[in-house]
């Protein structure tokens, strides 16, 4: 069990506050980058009011001794079932952005997914907390050769799990983004593909060869058999995060994933679709236990983490928590966000009467608005 200790003064002694205390110190372009959705945002709003369709059904008198919350997931041992999210453009939050997110993940023990547009390259990250630094992101789009490229670099930089993000096509209509026209610094999201000399003459592949099409909105988009034939070429195992139906949970399965992911971007691809926590019950039932699944998207508190591991998620990945950490304090910030999560989560887990994350189920929930004998049945939610 990891001991936290506490980093943070007492005014950014909560969650709530240390969203505050971000958005306070980051201009307002950047705060509503990080802060906005898609659309009109209908499919930001509810992935955090899902959380609030599940209350919780306690037990008291366990007899038992405190939560265990140490899991692992694809043979990475993390304390509790939490990872940070690849979100990219990490500089804009702090110097020292994914560096000092592997940092506090390492003081943790919990896990980093690198992004691929991070202003940091892979490698860096990595030697910055190799013990953190364990998943590293890729997205099926550019050129073939800098994929499979980038497959061996994951690979000789002594990843151990490749995160494949599957829903960003083209990038999510955000209007927050166009209202201040925000012109994104191509140096917070180049880290792995930073300009050289060779570039213009077909050496290095470029960063806009790369993501160009996420602004275009006309490049072909991949197939699971072309990703598939693709990730033959690693012997690291894979997920695709962006799944939100068992269709794609099922053919993420056909197509040789290890795991799937559960998310919907945060709200800020599709507008529109529904909550990831809705989603994630789907998945589940078409999954059936035969891989371990990854949820993000809401996740605000060590409340919401509990909610999804009992509504069938392993581990939950959180985004602009740690941005939020991020922006608030660096490295410091992380660790507090990871602190409290960590002390609300066996907070949750001893009032429901629970030994640990792997003894919740649906049947620690009730929906509100809907009966207790449905709770207590323990009836497939």
């Known amino acids: 069990m990891v001991a936290f ?19 306070s110190r980051l201009t307002p372009e950047v705060a509503d980058f990080l802060e906005g959705g898609a659309g009109d ?16 059904r306690q037990r008291v008198m366990s007899g038992l001794a405190g939560p265990d919350l140490s899991t692992s997931f694809l043979g990475i041992e993390l304390a509790m079932p939490v990872m940070t999210a690849p979100f990219g453009a990490d500089g804009l939050f702090h110097p020292q952005g994914q560096k000092a997110v592997a940092r506090a993940n390492r003081a943790a023990g919990i896990a980093s997914i690198v992004p691929e547009a991070g202003t940091f390259g892979l490698e860096e990250v990595v030697q910055a907390a190799p013990e953190a630094a364990r998943i590293a992101q890729l997205h099926p ?11 061996a670099r994951i690979e000789d930089a002594g990843c151990e799990a490749i995160c494949l993000t599957v829903d960003c096509p083209t ?74 139906t068992a269709d794609d949970a099922l053919a993420s399965e056909a197509a040789g994933a290890h795991a799937v992911y559960v998310s919907n ?15 994630l019950v789907e998945v589940r039932r078409a999954i059936d236990g035969r891989l371990p699944i990854v949820f993000d998207s809401g996740v605000r508190r060590g409340a919401d983490v509990v909610k999804a591991l009992a509504l069938g998620a392993d581990v939950a990945v959180i985004g602009r928590l740690a941005a ?10 992380v660790e507090r966000v990871h602190s409290l999560l960590y002390d609300e989560i066996r907070t ?25 004998l449905h ?3 323990g009836a497939d939610v």
């Open 5 to 23: 200790k506490s980093v943070a003064a007492p005014d950014v002694a909560t969650l709530p506050v240390i969203r505050q205390t971000a958005l």
């Open 265 to 279: 971007h945060g709200g800020r691809q599709l507008d529109g679709v529904p909550a990831a926590l809705d989603a």
């Open 171 to 244: 990038g999510g209509w955000r209007e927050r983004v166009l209202r201040h026209s925000f012109d994104l610094d191509a140096r917070y999201v180049a880290g792995n593909y930073p300009d050289s000399p060779d570039s213009a003459d077909g050496g290095e592949t470029t960063l806009i060869q790369v993501f160009g099409q996420l602004f275009e909105r006309s490049a072909t988009v991949w197939s699971w058999d072309r990703l598939a034939s693709l990730m033959s070429h690693t012997r690291l195992p894979w997920f695709a995060k962006g799944i939100m």
């Open 324 to 333: 939020y950490g991020l922006a608030a304090g660096g490295q410091a910030g």
């Open 375 to 377: 709770g207590i049945l």
């Open 141 to 151: 789009m550019g050129p073939e050769k800098n994929f499979l490229a980038m497959l």
């Open 41 to 56: 945002e209908s499919t930001l709003l509810a992935n955090r009011s899902a959380f609030s369709h599940w209350g919780f």
């Open 348 to 372: 949750v887990l001893t009032l429901l009467g629970r030994g640990g994350v792997h003894d919740l189920s649906p049947d620690v929930l009730i929906p509100q608005g809907g009966s207790v």
